[in-house]
Each structure stands twice: as structure tokens, then as C-alpha cells.
């Protein structure tokens, strides 16, 4: 049917412009995590009742806000589409959708593990999926 829009939830539409959402993790929590086969969330994310995540238009934004000088951290690239309902993509920082996820987060969702060292103005990122 030309010229007719039909309404499509956020989450839903947020999944397909993202497909792959990122986290930024200190190493030694996540080597844990894959140890365990699960990641259950940072400190911050435990507090809040969610994982956070950026996408890759967001990521750099995140690690100057939140990891501005720490070494040791990791970017784990993540499939969003594997994460099912528990997914979600909220209002955050200046009105942006972020995506939270309200689970557990299973190693087979994670698509990559990569360092994200520091280089003289903050963190070096590598290619990313948008």
C-alpha cells in the first residue's frame, strides 16, 4: 500500500536502526562474566535494575562521561535482535534513546570483545556496526 505509514513501536524500530548496541566493561568484571557464562551488570547497572548500553553513535559520548582516564576496559559489541522484550530503549541523556536491557545478558548474544585502550584525548574505539 504506497504512501501508507504504518505506527511501529519504539523498541521495535530502535532494533532495527540499531541492531548492535554496545557495553563498556573493565576487563577483569568481564572476564568473569564470560567465566560464568553470563553477565549480570556492572556495579551501576545492578543499582539501577538494568544493563546499560549505548549504540555506536552514543558510545563515545558514554566512555568521556562515565570512563573518561580508566584504563583496562573493554567494548562488547552485542546482537540487540538476540535479546528479545527485555530489550528496551529509553529516554536518557538529553532526551537520546539508550538501550537498557532488564536481563541478564547470555554470552551468545555477544557478537565481539574488543580492548578499548586510552590514547592522548580519551579512549581509541574500532570500527563499529552502527
Known sequence: MAGVLFPIRRTHYSLIMHP?????????LWRQAEADGVFTGAPVDLADGFIHF????????????????????LLI??????????????ASRGGDLF????APLG?????????LPLG???????????
Open 99 to 102: 538501550p537498557h536491557l532488564y
Open 20 to 28: 548492535t548496541i554496545y557495553k563498556i566493561c573493565p576487563e577483569p
Open 120 to 130: 592522548a584525548d580519551g579512549h581509541l574505539f574500532p570500527e563499529m556496526d552502527s
Open 77 to 90: 559489541a552485542v546482537d540487540a535482535g538476540k535479546l528479545g522484550p527485555a530489550l528496551k530503549f529509553e
Open 107 to 115: 554470552m551468545d548474544s555477544v557478537r565481539w570483545v574488543w580492548p
Open 54 to 73: 549505548s549504540t555506536a553513535a552514543q558510545v563515545a559520548e558514554t566512555a568521556r562521561r562515565h570512563f573518561a582516564g580508566q584504563g583496562d576496559l
